[in-house]
């Protein structure tokens, strides 16, 4: 009996040691980008824990740096947040009417709308690049926010990610709705939405971290240096700034942050939304 706590306790402490190991080896990547986005220029990259902390990187990105050539890091930033934002309100917005449509609503050729979702989800979206940016040039909009809002405003992720929860939802609560004469779209906004707040977290947090790391399409659509995105402009960096990694690691710290803060912040209706979609 005694031999079978002591050896429950070593499979715990060796589960315990596994999961530490694993947990430093993810963390400790970013760990080492905040560090040296910190640490003084003469130990960036040459010191595993630099020793002496600075804000100097930050200094530099944000009053122009030492090159002569002047970047709008501030104005990149808010670039981002103004584009990341508005286009994921847009593609929340359709995804949650179309998905209603999809789930709770009979109309012909509902089902094809259905596969078609499902079927266009397995192509790649960068074979749709060219056509949009094709698109894009011939109504005027290149290197216009609408350039980078309107090609992002819908998102079949998540169309689909909405249509299978509204599925879940009893229907008695929607008929029982519309005997009091409720519409469909107060039915969406009374009933829908606010059950919903679970997997509207999750698909918030995805949607908007896939469009605030985008890059190739905000490389495309853009030119000036006022309608680049942070992300755009950190990938510049690589060019004429390879000689200060110090700024560099700041940067990935900027466009990074964003959107660890808000997996704190939403991080427990994250996990109930991610349980509803395992069940």
Do not use: C
Not at 111 to 116: E, K
Request: glycine share 6%.
């Amino acid at each position: 009996m005694v031999g079978s706590k002591a050896n429950n306790k070593l499979r715990l402490s060796i589960r315990y040691i596994f999961a530490i190991v694993l947990l430093v080896i993810m963390v400790f990547p970013y760990l080492y980008m905040v560090l040296n986005s910190l640490a003084d220029w003469s130990q960036v990259d040459r010191k595993l824990i630099p020793t002496k902390l600075t804000l100097r990187s930050y200094q530099w990105l944000f009053t122009g740096g030492e090159t002569g050539i002047t970047r709008p890091w501030i104005h990149a930033f808010f670039n981002s947040v103004f584009v990341s934002l508005v286009s994921t309100a847009l593609m929340m917005l359709f995804g949650i009417m179309v998905a209603y449509a999809l789930a709770k609503l009979k109309f012909r050729g509902r089902d094809t709308i259905n596969n078609f979702v499902l079927f266009h989800m397995f192509f790649p979206a960068i074979i749709l690049i060219i056509p949009n940016f094709l698109i894009i040039q011939k109504v005027g909009l290149f290197d216009t926010y609408w350039a980078l809002i309107i090609p992002k405003a819908m998102s079949l992720w998540g169309i689909f990610m909405y249509t299978n929860f509204f599925k879940a939802v009893p229907t008695v609560f929607i008929e029982a709705a519309k005997l009091d004469g409720a519409s469909d779209f107060k039915i969406l906004y009374k009933i829908m939405m606010p059950m919903s707040k679970s997997i509207t977290t999750v698909v918030f947090l995805f949607l908007l971290m896939e469009r605030w790391t985008e890059l190739l399409w905000d490389m495309i659509v853009v030119r000036s240096d006022g309608m680049l995105t942070l992300n755009v402009l950190l990938s510049q960096m690589f060019g004429p700034y390879q000689s200060y990694p110090g700024p560099m690691y700041a940067g990935a710290v900027m466009l990074t942050l964003p959107i660890i803060i808000l997996f704190i912040i939403f991080g427990k209706k994250f996990q109930e939304g991610m349980q509803f979609n395992l069940k």
